[in-house]
């Protein structure tokens, strides 16, 4: 029989603290890590180590921000600190609900100059709402901009905005220089070290809280897997100790089942260490198990406990997946069959709360839902890089329906720009259906405008924001709920040029095609009937022949033919081609390349189809 989680008499195990690294994109949460390693023993003084070792996916190291929310563990005086870094966008917001479920405190990382951003005030929320101790570092003080004293005002604001108590409100502060090791609690003196940091966690973070007399508990946080021992299991032991050949049982949301793990093991810096036993507290990998789920409960098997499940916010996008259809399927990818895409897609499930993977009536195709079009896009660049060859249709919103009203997601947008762009993005927006909440001119040249935007919306314009303000704006947005549908507004004010046969771009054919519109393909790309090869200067579609040579005759020409040159064509990632299609379009994704393409490759039939469209529309 299961009985709940109770709360009896508890107590503090003060030989580990849990720790969570909480920040904005880019404010120094994995630089930070990095000295702390170093400075706590975890490498020899000789030993060669990359910069942000905790960005060990090849994506973060490109992209720069952390994806997936990773574990490691530093020893300082006598105390094992384990340590989770966790992403800073809100697109991987499960990611850090899963990670707060394992610590015990958090240290919330601010630049000096930014201050809190809308993604600042998503990771502190969640921390809050797991009534979390919060320790606040303001990092990067030596930057020319900086404002250290302004952005701890900003940093109080943002908790009273959040309803933090007032024992969250007493929070520590350290002023640091994360790239160079160094913090202190006084902006005057500078510190040596990151030793005051270290210390301050060891008094304000409590260690895990347990029931000396409550059997063995464990809470699935995350899965991963080895290629030598299966599926893994990370989590924080809740209460008891688990021992290496223990009889336990797995608790799932429908079912149960019994099994022994063949290894356990605890962080112990960035390496795994195989342990006979690990106390309550402590975050372990354990092996042995196949059917297990995020948010699972694994107990002992004669004492049955099931813990609560973690809590994920509900997708708001979703994306058709399927299998490449088009004339070149199959020639530069290694997996292109539909049950493979749905079965990589499920393991990514699996290890990722934050999405759901539902199979469509089309069998051919899957529907992946969540947070947002960049999180699944990074699955899409990670699957093409795997291998895969598969086709993507455009990001749309989940509509939800209360009494009779249709229901959409709606964004909290915060846009700095300089004062000479305002006018453009209020007007962009505005056509976009968003609102205009806040405005904040201090007379420096740079306003700070906020905005209420439904999600679709900004499908498709943030590469158009960039443009609007000249690569110098920075626009972030927050989840802020739903609300009632705000009505229709124009996705695209451009066409597409679509080819209209097989075979191969022609410099003279591209030449003469540019007054029409911007294009994609460059001279020897391979080009088939449907594939979308540019943008129209006008809002209606086209089809063209981006093949036609020049015709060759015996007879001299009067003038000399001139070199053809061409205007440079910005190579298409995967962002840029999920923002650019419509709904009647697609995105090929393989290995080597990235095509555009409508859904129907035929002209015949899109023909067809459009008159009856109009057809219809007209009676």
């Not at 600190?81 to 992403?87: F, K, L």
């Not at 060891?202 to 995350?222: C, H, K, N, T």
């Not at 995020?294 to 997946?321: A, H, N, Q, Y």
């Not at 003469?512 to 519109?517: A, D, I, K, M």
Request: glycine fraction near 8%.
């Amino acid at each position: 029989m299961l009985y709940e989680e109770n709360m009896p008499t508890m107590q503090n195990n003060d030989n580990i603290r849990n720790i969570a690294i909480i920040a904005h994109v880019d404010h120094g949460k994995t630089t930070l890590v990095d000295v702390m390693f170093r400075q706590s023993g975890v490498f020899r003084d000789n030993q060669a180590v990359d910069d942000r070792i905790m960005d060990s996916m090849d994506l973060e190291r490109e992209r720069g921000i952390t994806i997936a929310a990773k574990n490691c563990s530093v020893r300082w005086k006598g105390v094992k600190i384990n340590i989770v870094d966790t992403p800073g966008h809100a697109d991987f917001g499960g990611e850090v609900e899963r990670a707060l479920s394992m610590v015990d405190g958090a240290v919330l990382l601010v630049d000096s100059s930014e201050g809190p951003l809308p993604q600042t005030r998503f990771v502190l929320k969640k921390a809050l709402d797991a009534s979390l101790p919060i320790l606040v570092v303001v990092n990067k003080i030596d930057r020319a901009d900086a404002r250290p004293q302004e952005v701890l005002d900003e940093v109080y604001d943002l908790f009273i905005d959040l309803g933090a108590d007032e024992d969250q409100l007493e929070f520590p502060v350290l002023y640091a220089i994360g790239r160079d090791g160094v913090a202190s609690p006084v902006l005057e003196e500078p510190g040596t070290d990151l030793s005051c940091l270290f210390d301050l966690i060891l008094e304000r973070i409590p260690g895990p809280r347990f029931d000396p007399a409550a059997p063995f508990q464990m809470l699935v946080s995350d899965l991963g897997y080895s290629d030598y021992l299966g599926r893994l299991v990370i989590g924080k032991i809740k209460a008891g100790l688990l021992q290496e050949k223990a009889d336990l049982l797995c608790i799932g949301e429908n079912d149960q089942y019994s099994f022994r793990p063949t290894k356990v093991q605890a962080y112990e810096g960035m390496q795994l260490k195989d342990q006979a036993a690990v106390e309550m507290g402590d975050i372990v990998v354990m092996a042995g198990l196949n059917k297990v789920g995020i948010g699972d409960t694994i107990c002992l098997k004669e004492s049955p406990v099931r813990l609560k499940r973690i809590d994920v916010d509900e997708p708001t996008v979703s994306m058709r997946f399927t299998i490449n259809t088009s004339p070149f399927a199959g020639r530069e990818g290694k997996i292109v069959q539909s049950r493979k895409i749905k079965d990589r897609l499920e393991k990514e499930a699996l290890t990722n709360v934050a999405i759901q993977v539902e199979e469509s009536e089309d069998k051919d195709s899957m529907v992946v839902k969540g947070r947002g079009e960049f999180q699944l896009a990074i699955i899409i660049e990670t699957m093409r890089r795997e291998g895969f060859e598969l086709g993507v249709g455009r990001p749309e919103v989940i509509y939800k329906k209360d009494g009779g009203k249709l229901l959409e997601p709606l964004e909290h947008v915060y846009v700095d720009c300089d004062e000479s762009f305002m006018g453009v993005v209020t007007e962009k927006l505005s056509i976009r259906r968003g609102k205009l909440l806040n405005l904040v001119n201090n007379g420096s040249g740079r306003v700070r405008m906020e905005f209420s935007v439904p999600s679709r919306a900004l499908i498709g314009y943030r590469d158009e924001f960039l443009t609007d303000t000249k690569g110098t704006g920075i626009m972030n947005s927050l989840f802020d709920g739903y609300g009632e549908y705000r009505g229709d507004f124009p996705t695209r004010f451009s066409g597409s040029l679509v080819c209209d046969r097989q075979g191969q771009a022609v410099p003279y054919a591209l030449f003469n095609l540019e007054p029409r519109g911007r294009m994609f393909v460059r001279p020897g790309d391979a080009v088939y009937e449907g594939m979308i090869v540019g943008e129209h200067n006008r809002d209606n579609d086209i089809d063209i022949n981006p093949c036609k040579e020049k015709k060759l005759t015996n007879m001299r020409a009067s003038g000399k033919d001139e070199a053809i040159i061409l205007t440079p064509v910005l190579p298409m990632t995967l962002e840029m081609a999920l923002n650019f299609i419509r709904d009647d379009e697609m995105v090929e994704v393989t290995p080597q390349n990235i095509r555009l393409r409508k859904i129907e490759l035929s002209a015949q039939k899109r023909h067809t189809m459009s008159a009856r469209k109009k057809k219809v529309e007209g009676k």
